[in-house]
T-cell receptor, first 112, second 114 residues
């Protein structure tokens, strides 16, 4: 049973465009929702994270939107750049992010 | 770079064999988590060690076992390897104070079971 569903599986965006990746979760005990970026040959790296007491968090070009009632959250990448081309994973956990449940990933390609 | 290293980078084994993967945590981190990442999928939580004790396990059988050492390096052992064990194995270290937030992942060990 997959507890975190991520979409789309792949995404192609023009340079300067907005990339949007969505995730939905089932377990209401989750209260920490990070996004990770993974480049080929590397492990995932934390990009941005949110707790359910806020509906939006912005760090530079990256924004998380969180909808607690719908049990959904999304990552928005503004002004997408070719260097953003990577695989993005959403995840969810309780207070211990070391026991995270991950989505299946979105491969983002930003075309110059 | 995260300061988390893993060895070896690649490994080929045959079905039924045993394998040991190693992880060196970031300095000062007392918690390590291991994940299995199959091709085209997200990482799946195997187990976590905190101060040398297992601190939670995901949906993996007992043939997956681990150790954490006083210097916070750790091992993942897999016995009786199966073809489906072929995957990228990731360790992630963190500092557990009042919960764990930021995990720092190593580059992973890619295991191929033939």
């Amino acid at each position: 049973q997959q507890q975190v569903k991520q979409s789309p599986q792949s995404l192609i965006v023009q340079k300067g465009g907005i990339s949007i990746i969505n995730c939905a979760y089932e377990n209401t005990a989750f209260d920490y929702f990070p996004w990770y970026q993974q480049f080929p040959g590397k492990g995932p790296a934390l990009l941005i994270a949110i707790r359910p007491d806020v509906s939006e968090k912005k760090e530079g070009r990256f924004t998380i939107s969180f909808n607690k009632s719908a049990k959904q959250f999304s990552l928005h990448i503004m002004d997408s750049q070719p260097g953003d081309s990577a695989t993005y994973f959403c995840a969810a956990s309780g207070t211990n992010a070391g026991k995270s449940t991950f989505g299946d990933g979105t491969t983002l390609t930003v075309k110059p | 770079e995260t300061g988390v290293t893993q060895s070896p980078t690649h490994l080929i084994k045959t079905r039924g064999q045993q394998v040991t993967l190693r992880c060196s945590s970031q300095s000062g981190h007392n918690t390590v988590s291991w994940y299995q990442q199959a091709l085209g999928q997200g990482p799946q939580f195997i187990f976590q060690y905190y101060r040398e004790e297992e601190n939670g396990r995901g949906n993996f059988p007992p043939r997956f076992s681990g150790l954490q050492f006083p210097n916070y390096s750790s091992e993942l052992n897999v016995n009786a390897l199966e073809l489906d064990d072929s995957a990228l194995y990731l360790c992630a270290s963190s500092l557990s104070l009042a919960g764990v937030e930021t995990q720092y992942f190593g580059p992973g060990t890619r295991l191929l079971v033939l």
